[in-house]
């Protein structure tokens, strides 16, 4: 990527998902990989309510909860009005004034209205280049569900699994837990379809687990995915791209606890990755090309991490789920498998924003106004 001015980056972080507290720590790791010679950043924080501010430091307001001296902003879905506008309260209300435009924006917003296609979709309507997977990708990859009936349609092995809304739960418990206990023996994971960081994920070994691991996924969304329990090893891939993604080497994460939970993520530093991972190598090429195939499948772009199990038992490998703005802290595996694969965060960072800018040219070869006859 070649410059000769510095690009101006809008630093999206924050945002109303219940993983808002680790998107802080993706944008500090983020934050300090961006070279000041190259980029002019703006942060801009999104609180649990949704405001969108920006100011002195916003990252450490947010970070210390001091976020009273910060300046409400806010962007609009049109092209003709680029950027982000300021918003003051005065005697005749409030009234917007442009601040800042941006030549691409790097949104750091884990879970729902941040990874799940919605910001993705603002962005596309502003005519902006931004860092990650569009509004398809972004939506597919979030939701489990849908996720997991797109992988069966590509002939792409995942684990068996049920979706159940939470209004069948809270109107037919019995039916639901019976269902459950006719699609698979004990354990079983019970997740919510829309949210990621295992935020709201339970192992379940009996039925009263299983009452409470759906009363725990049904607080985060009104979807919810209970899958057969695998004796796995978790198995994870980065890929990065646009149209002709690259793979990265697999990594193995062993939790401190049964599963990777948040706790396990964030907090239990017992935890441990293995960069490569100890598995054969004809294995690791082929998840590694399914792990492709699965990015592609939802028109993915930009980065994620793509996720497997291996059976301990059988040697089979199932694909678990795709993050299409996965965890960037130093200790998260995306940005480490491509360290191992030698491409270091700062080198990464300026890739992520170069395909972003690259999507968007493409994107802007695209005609969207048709005049019936103007062509033969």
Not at 63 to 69: L, R, S, T
Not at 129 to 146: I, N
Not at 179 to 192: C, G, I, L, R, T
Not at 336 to 355: F, H, N, Q, T
């Amino acid at each position: 990527m070649v410059m000769d001015k510095k690009l101006k980056v809008g630093l999206i972080f924050g945002g109303r998902s219940g993983e808002h507290e680790v998107s802080l720590m993706s944008a500090r790791s983020v934050l300090g990989a961006l070279d000041p010679g190259k980029y002019q950043v703006t942060e801009i924080g999104i609180t649990h309510d949704g405001a969108w501010l920006v100011g002195k430091d916003v990252l450490d307001c947010f970070e210390a909860g001091k976020i009273d001296q910060l300046t409400p902003v806010t962007m609009l879905p049109d092209p003709t009005r680029s950027g982000i506008y300021t918003v003051r309260v005065g005697e005749k209300g409030e009234t917007i004034q442009h601040l800042q435009d941006f030549d691409v924006l790097y949104p750091v917003l884990h879970g729902t209205f941040g990874e799940d296609g919605t910001i993705q979709g603002m962005f596309e309507m502003a005519n902006v280049a931004y860092v990650g997977a569009g509004v398809l990708g972004s939506s597919v990859g979030m939701d489990k569900g849908v996720f997991k009936a797109v992988m069966q349609a590509n002939a792409i092995p995942v684990v068996d699994g049920i979706l159940v809304l939470r209004s069948e739960f809270e109107t037919e418990m019995d039916r639901v837990l019976d269902s459950v206990e006719a699609m698979s023996a004990y354990p079983v994971f019970v997740k919510p379809a829309n949210m990621g960081s295992s935020v709201g994920i339970s192992k379940c070994h009996n039925r009263s687990d299983l009452l409470e691991g759906l009363m725990e996924a049904a607080r985060f969304d009104r979807r919810v995915l209970v899958e057969k329990g695998v004796n796995a090893r978790e198995i994870e891939i980065s890929v990065l791209g646009n149209d002709n993604p690259q793979a990265s080497i697999p990594g193995e994460i062993r939790p401190a606890a049964e599963f990777y939970s948040y706790n396990a993520k964030y907090h239990d530093d017992r935890s441990e990755a293995f960069i490569p991972a100890d598995i054969p190598a004809e294995i690791a090429e082929e998840m590694r090309a399914v792990a492709v195939r699965a990015y592609q499948a939802i028109d993915c772009a930009g980065m994620a991490r793509v996720d497997f199990l291996l059976d301990k038992d059988s040697g089979e490998f199932f694909l678990n789920e795709i993050n299409t703005l996965p965890g960037c802290t130093q200790i998260s595996m995306f940005p480490k498998l491509w360290d191992a694969s030698g491409m270091p965060y700062p080198e990464l960072v300026d890739r992520l924003i170069a395909l972003a800018l690259e999507r968007r040219a493409e994107r802007d070869h695209t005609e969207w106004r048709y005049e019936r006859g103007a062509r033969k």
